[in-house]
């Protein structure tokens, strides 16, 4: 995701990349966090069959990208 959404982009930015990824991104006001990040999970292939989920954390603190976690969460 960092070659989509590089440090310093806008959390403004950030979230229209994610969207047009068609990934469903999650807002600090959605979470009540105080935080200023943005939260979404990404399910993408995992050989023939498998699936594989990812939790991704996009933090924008003074309203730029800083880092761009990636947790795997889960795998079918």
Same mark, same amino acid.
Request: aromatic share 2%.
């Given at each position: 995701?960092?070659? =989509? ?17 068609? &990934? ?14 943005? &939260? ?8 023939? +069959? ?11 603190? =003074?309203?730029?990208? +800083? ?10």
């Amino acid at each position: 995701m960092l070659k =989509e959404i590089p440090v310093g982009t806008s959390q403004a930015e950030a979230l229209r990349i994610v969207r047009s990824l068609g &990934l469903e991104p999650q807002t600090e006001s959605d979470l009540n966090s105080g935080k200023p990040l943005i &939260l979404c999970n990404y399910t993408g292939k995992k050989g023939l +069959t498998g699936e594989v989920t990812w939790l991704v954390q996009i933090d924008c603190p =003074e309203g730029k990208v +800083t880092d761009i976690l990636c947790e795997q969460i889960g795998v079918d």
